[in-house]
């Protein structure tokens, strides 16, 4: 029967979890990766796993909301915040979201491999609901002050998030699209996008 943790011991070991987790999903997959895996790097029993996290889609799902919260830290400058934005500034927003993307290989390669379907399938809903608000939580009053300022066009909200997850969609794509002119084809729909959206030069 897994014995109990102290408090230090539970978050060192969710610690370990996680950067061992982050390195063997990135090589392996969500698939491949088995809780003894996850268990032997971190040095604790197959049962213990179960005190930290209900199953490896979770430990998945915490890793890549950790990425998250790293990537827009990086991404939302005083710029961005500020509300006073043209053209410039956001194609250089969307470029830095694209470029930092590859910095975190388990959000680049959630939606190969099923990996995003097998997650979802595991998680608790109200998990799932409380990511999805908190992505809106983010970016819709970011789009709101961008619209109150004369800086974005009066186009519906929910439509503009969707269109700026199509380009990060389309970037998956790579093979499809053709890798001899992706980056050429990436750069012109930013630029589409940013001139369709965005009212200041």
Request: proline letters at 2%.
């Amino acid at each position: 029967m897994p014995r109990g943790f102290t408090d230090e011991e539970k978050e060192k070991i969710t610690a370990m979890l996680i950067s061992e987790g982050e390195r063997l999903f990135s090589r392996y997959g969500l698939k491949k990766t088995s809780i003894k895996d996850l268990t032997e790097t971190a040095g604790i029993a197959q049962g213990s796993f179960y005190k930290f996290f209900s199953s490896k889609e979770e430990l998945y799902f915490a890793i890549i909301e950790t990425n998250e919260a790293e990537l827009k830290s990086e991404l939302l400058d005083e710029n961005i915040l500020s509300g006073q934005i043209n053209k410039n500034i956001f194609r250089n927003f969307l470029k830095k979201a694209l470029e930092l993307i590859n910095n975190y290989p388990l959000i680049k390669n959630m939606y190969k491999n099923d990996e995003y379907q097998q997650m979802l399938n595991k998680l608790p809903e109200e998990i799932i609901k409380e990511h999805i608000n908190n992505d809106t939580d983010t970016l819709t009053p970011l789009l709101k002050r961008w619209q109150a300022a004369g800086c974005l066009k009066d186009f519906d909200i929910d439509a503009v998030s969707g269109l700026l997850r199509a380009l990060f969609l389309l970037t998956l794509h790579k093979k499809e699209i053709g890798e001899e002119h992706f980056e050429k084809t990436i750069n012109l729909f930013i630029d589409f996008i940013t001139d369709g959206l965005i009212i200041n030069d």
